[in-house]
């Protein structure tokens, strides 16, 4: 079964720097996203992409937050000055595009970030 | 967005049937009902999705009655590894996935 992956499975970096959370959405899939799921809390939505720019975004993805997809495979989301309150799980998600009708979004196994 | 309003937690036995039910007072016309399960330290992942009626696939059953304000997972014959939190969302064909606390089942020997 085709499936997201990210990398690394878990980052640590200190307050101030900038860090870069990559995945490898599903080949043929064209909408690719970002959530985080703070420890012990709800998973968040971030930020949607498709056709190589955002298509929403949500109030927690301000101007420290950026998204890329370099190349034909990965998917970048770039935190530039990282805060405490920046640490989570940052989990990818892709889906296909189905016109008419609804998709599921298939999420990677996670990165999480510790800011320090 | 819909809110949903769905238990906290739950348990049962290995071998039960087990019923989850959401409520969705203000489900719009184009939305549809998506359930998606969750392990610690794992990505969310789709379990069912519907519109309206019934629908089943090889891990769940979904119902969902004709006014559209509630929906039922049902999990047949739960085992110690379907322990995870289950998340029942309402969307419509729009991108964002609204997540809220989910209901967190506990499945016991």
């Known amino acids: 079964e085709p499936e997201v992956t990210q990398t690394p499975s878990h980052q640590v970096t200190q307050m101030g720097q900038e860090v870069i959370l990559r995945c490898v959405p599903i080949s043929n899939h064209l909408y690719f996203y970002w959530y985080r799921q703070i420890l012990g809390q709800k998973v968040e939505f971030l930020v949607s992409f498709y056709n190589n720019e955002i298509s929403e975004k949500s109030e927690i993805f301000d101007d420290q937050f950026s998204v890329e997809r370099p190349d034909g495979s990965n998917f970048t989301l770039k935190i530039r000055s990282t805060k405490l309150e920046d640490s989570a799980m940052y989990f990818c998600?892709?889906?296909?595009?189905?016109?008419?009708?609804?998709?599921?979004?298939?999420f990677g196994p996670g990165t999480r970030l510790t800011v320090t | 967005l819909a809110k949903t309003t769905q238990p906290i937690s739950m348990d049962s036995y290995e071998g039960q049937e087990v019923n989850i039910t959401c409520s969705h007072n203000n489900i719009a016309t184009n939305d549809y009902i998506t359930w998606y399960q969750q392990f610690p330290s794992q990505g969310p992942r789709f379990i069912i999705q519907?519109?309206?009626t019934k629908v089943t696939n090889e891990v769940a059953s979904l119902f969902i009655p004709a006014d559209r304000k509630s929906s039922t997972l049902s999990l047949p014959r739960v085992s110690l590894s379907d322990t995870a939190v289950y998340y029942c969302?309402?969307?419509?064909?729009?991108?964002?996935?609204?997540f809220g606390g989910g209901t967190r089942l506990m499945v016991k020997p």
């Open positions: 998600a892709s889906s296909e595009v189905r016109f008419g009708g609804t998709y599921e979004q298939y």
């Open positions: 519907g519109y309206k």
């Open positions: 969302l309402v969307h419509n064909a729009g991108n964002m996935l609204t």
